[in-house]
């Protein structure tokens, strides 16, 4: 059996790649350019919500107290009236780009572990660079990209947002089978 120790390579430049690759995808290139549009009448939404000094965090719209509160007409008067959203509300000011991208790649990191993890308990010491794609792939596919459905079938994402997330992971898992087929422990 390989050691995880002996994975450490694989683990580190398959992040790196990642990272890099990601940072292009998402910043030189238009594949994400128009992923989230601008609100109509961003100026007076913004105007409206600035007094209510909403905390950062997750917000359904409307939200029901109860299951009760669900079937209620009053609920249901709010529902069809609209606006039905989910809000995601962020602090104030620019995007701690440099907390986010670090966040990003220790999150990469994590998804290699995990990948090495399980393929160093299937594929053995000089195994097949075919069986460690297939095992590491799978596993950072599943990593970087599975639980992104979740956001379109309950929380309405819109298909194209996840269709294209699920892509850059298919990238992102092929990359770091690639790279720890390369290296894998002979």
């Known amino acids: ?21 990601s ?17 109509p009448k961003e100026d007076e939404v913004m105007a409206a919500l600035r007094p209510l000094n909403i905390p950062p965090g997750g917000y359904m719209v409307p939200r029901p107290a109860s299951q009760q509160d669900m079937r209620s ?9 609209g606006p039905v959203l989910m809000l995601q509300v962020m602090p104030n000011g620019m ?21 090495a993890i399980i393929t160093k308990r299937t594929a053995g010491f ?3 660079y075919r ?3 297939q095992l590491i792939g799978a596993t950072a596919f599943i990593g970087y990209s599975l639980a992104l459905w979740q956001m379109s079938i309950w929380y309405r994402r819109g298909w194209m ?3 294209k997330a699920t892509i850059d992971g298919l990238i992102y898992a092929s990359l770091t089978a690639g790279i720890f087929g390369w290296l894998w422990p002979r």
Do not use: C, Q
């Open 23 to 39: 940072s292009i995808i998402h910043m030189a290139s238009p594949w994400h350019k128009g992923d989230y549009p601008r609100i």
């Open 1 to 21: 059996m390989v050691s995880l120790g002996a994975l450490w390579l694989p683990v580190l430049v398959s992040s790196v790649v990642v990272f890099i690759v």
């Open 73 to 81: 007409p009053a609920f249901l008067e709010k529902m069809n009236a």
């Open 95 to 115: 995007m701690p780009m440099t907390k986010n991208l670090v966040n990003w790649f220790i999150y990469i990191v994590v998804v290699g572990l995990f990948a």
């Open 131 to 133: 069986i460690v794609f």
């Open 161 to 163: 947002l996840t269709i």
């Open 126 to 128: 000089g195994a097949n």
